[in-house]
């Protein structure tokens, strides 16, 4: 994620330098040249961003192909500084970054590469006034220095380890239990307009299931019965 804030800034800068001036990354020790350097002064999570869960990334057929580790946010302070022969060149150089930033509160996707490319959390950037102590706690030379503060989600790979979708599904009854018994909430009471018993069916399409049919009561005939019989009586 480092590796690819920076080349988004060298992206975002270099094109705009004057002649003759480059862009630099790393400590400003020794004669940098006619540059401009940027310093990584500090990298903090941001506590605000709390991480969501994991997320399932799915195929057109809805099934779930790979999970999304929970993003993380980190804030990149970089120290900037101008090197040059004389002030002129070297304010030349600052007003590069005030006017390329100012403007700019969100990085242009098209600069970003890698894993920040494509992504929908965007990569801030803001000038950080904070610059000038930070600068003063490191012992260096008073010397003119722009706080660029850059706000970038870390994005871990996808973890691709997802076991086979579920392919059949098996359902079952515990008969232990006779109706009405209590159960682990305590004695069992059926709510007005539920069923007294239930029965879940499962069978195959090859083999349809047989009608069932209700035996009649002892000592009890269907109406055509009764009627055959009370016909052969009288």
């Known amino acids: 994620m480092i590796a690819e804030v920076s080349a988004a800034l060298r992206s ?12 630099r990354f790393g ?24 991480p969501a ?3 399932d990334v799915r195929d057109e ?18 120290l ?4 040059a022969k004389d002030s002129e060149r070297e304010d030349a150089l600052l007003d590069v970054v005030l006017n390329a930033t100012v403007p700019t509160v969100r990085l242009d996707p098209k600069l970003l590469g890698g894993t920040l490319r494509g992504t929908e959390a965007p990569v801030l950037v803001r ?21 660029l503060s850059v706000s970038a ?23 232990a239990t006779p109706p009405g018994a209590a159960g682990p909430g305590g004695p069992a009471s059926r709510k007005p307009g539920q069923w007294r ?15 069932r049919q209700s035996a009649p009561a002892d000592g009890a005939q269907t109406g055509k019965e009764s009627h055959a019989t009370r016909g052969k009586a009288g």
Do not use: K, M
Not at 61 to 78: E, I, K, M, N, S
Not at 165 to 170: G, L, M, N, S
């Open 197 to 211: 018993r239930s029965r879940i069916d499962e069978h195959d399409q090859e083999h349809p299931p047989v009608p």
């Open 53 to 55: 869960d994991w997320e």
């Open 127 to 147: 000038l950080a006034p904070e610059a000038t102590q930070v600068w003063a706690g490191l012992d260096l030379p008073a010397r003119t220095v722009l706080g």
């Open 153 to 175: 989600p870390l994005i871990r790979p996808l973890d691709t380890d997802i076991a086979p979708p579920a392919d059949q599904i098996t359902l079952g009854v515990d008969r």
């Open 61 to 78: 057929q809805g099934r779930v192909t790979a999970r999304q580790p929970p993003v993380r946010r980190f804030d990149l302070l970089y």
């Open 80 to 83: 900037v500084t101008a090197w």
């Open 12 to 23: 975002l800068y270099s094109p705009l330098l004057p002649s003759g001036a480059h862009l």
């Open 27 to 50: 400590a400003p020790n020794g004669d940098p040249g006619h540059a401009l350097c940027f310093f990584l002064a500090s990298v903090a999570e941001d506590a605000r961003a709390v």
